[in-house]
T-cell receptor, first 112, second 114 residues
Framework: TQLLEQSPQFLSIQEGENLTVYCNSS?????LQWYRQEPGEGPVLLVT?????EVKKLKRLTFQFGDARKDSSLHITAAQPGDTGLYLC????????????FGAGTTVTVRA | DTGVSQDPRHKITKRGQNVTFRCDPI?????LYWYRQTLGQGPEFLTY????????KSRLLSDRFSAERPKGSFSTLEIQRTEQGDSAMYLC????????????FGPGTRLTVL
């Protein structure tokens, strides 16, 4: 059972469209990371959020941490084929020594 | 800084054989983690080290699995008497406790047990 639930599981959109991926949990996290993973490779860290309500922007990517630190979202504006990949959210808790619990991931495909 | 490296990248073995994987963390990172990822799932925690001390082993890690970090630098993960259910991507990550809790992953070792 995944501690973090991601939705949707799959997302296929046309280049130029926007998309949002959600990461939800019933547990509170001290920090939440978003990773992108390509087939046959390890996850690459995109961002870390630690404060409830925090919003971080990375070029066309916007990450938000929920006020209660139980959920997060990733929004991509004007998606490009290079955004294609598996997006994973992972939460860490200070009480658990920051070991990461991952969601199952959202597979994003951006068609040219 | 060359990032986290893992060797080999791919391993195909027959059921019952032993395999060993190596992870070299980012230099001076004192925390090292092992995760396992199966198809369609996110990585699952297996074990982690602070310097050379193994702090925790997940219940996922059966007695056939052993991990070491003898000098607090690289780490090895050994699986004895492999089973088909061991087929997965084995990921290593490192972090610098006291500076950041962010974990940086290596490229993984893909194990296939025939």
């Amino acid at each position: 059972t995944q501690l973090l639930e991601q939705s949707p599981q799959f997302l296929s959109i046309q280049e130029g469209e926007n998309l949002t991926v959600y990461c939800n949990s019933s547990s509170v996290f001290s920090s939440l990371q978003w990773y992108r993973q390509e087939p046959g490779e390890g996850p690459v860290l995109l961002v870390t959020v630690v404060t409830g309500g925090e919003v971080k922007k990375l070029k066309r990517l916007t990450f938000q941490f929920g006020d209660a630190r139980k959920d997060s979202s990733l929004h991509i504006t004007a998606a490009q084929p290079g955004d294609t990949g598996l997006y994973l959210c992972a939460g860490g808790r200070r009480s658990n020594d920051y070991k990461l619990s991952f969601g199952a991931g959202t597979t994003v495909t951006v068609r040219a | 800084d060359t990032g986290v490296s893992q060797d080999p990248r791919h391993k195909i073995t027959k059921r019952g054989q032993n395999v060993t994987f190596r992870c070299d963390p980012i230099s001076e990172h004192n925390r090292l983690y092992w995760y396992r990822q199966t198809l369609g799932q996110g990585p699952e925690f297996l074990t982690y080290f602070q310097n050379e001390a193994q702090l925790e082993k997940s219940r996922l890690l059966s007695d056939r699995f052993s991990a070491e970090r003898p000098k607090g630098s690289f780490s090895t993960l050994e699986i004895q008497r492999t089973e088909q259910g061991d087929s997965a991507m084995y990921l290593c990550a490192s972090s610098l406790l006291g500076v950041s809790y962010e974990q940086f992953f290596g490229p993984g070792t893909r194990l296939t047990v025939l």
